[in-house]
């Protein structure tokens, strides 16, 4: 084998050359960083990068665990939520004494000639089966409203709700019936 030969052998061998990003030298496209200067070359960080992904899910294995923990959890709910039927649930009555009075004391405010002026103490309503029945005036606090002088006087009312319609069903105030 003559030297010519070997010569052109080693150069088919050598590795092709980059230059480096930070002092422009010329490097092996092999290298991880610059003989030079040190800078990393763009196969040495995207190497990097990937080892530290891999040694991140092997320290840490649960973060697999817990992500696909996670997925279950709400995968289970969409489906719970999406396979139930309300129609073979009983309905829970959320209409309350509160909800009732909150209409009553609207409607006494409405009829009021100045509703932001009116003053509808809460009361406990007499609880029936099918109602919710208020009183304001004898033997418990009055409602109080501003006349036509400016002057706030006592008044009476009563209000009925019914629980099922939840709808008032009957308003009376000083004696005049509203509905």
Known sequence: MNITASLDKSKERQMPLINCQACSAEISSQS???PKCGHPTKKSVAEQKKVAQQKAVEENPMRLVIGWGLVLFVMFGLFNCMG???KDKPKVDVFSESDAFYLCESAM???SKYPDKSDIPFIRANELSTEFAYAWGAGTEHMMWMNG???MVPTSGSCVVNKQTQAI???TINGKTII
């Open 32 to 34: 991880s960083a610059c």
């Open 109 to 111: 405010k409405l009829a």
């Open 169 to 171: 069903t009957m308003l």
């Open 84 to 86: 139930s039927d309300d």
């Open 149 to 151: 002088l400016g002057m």
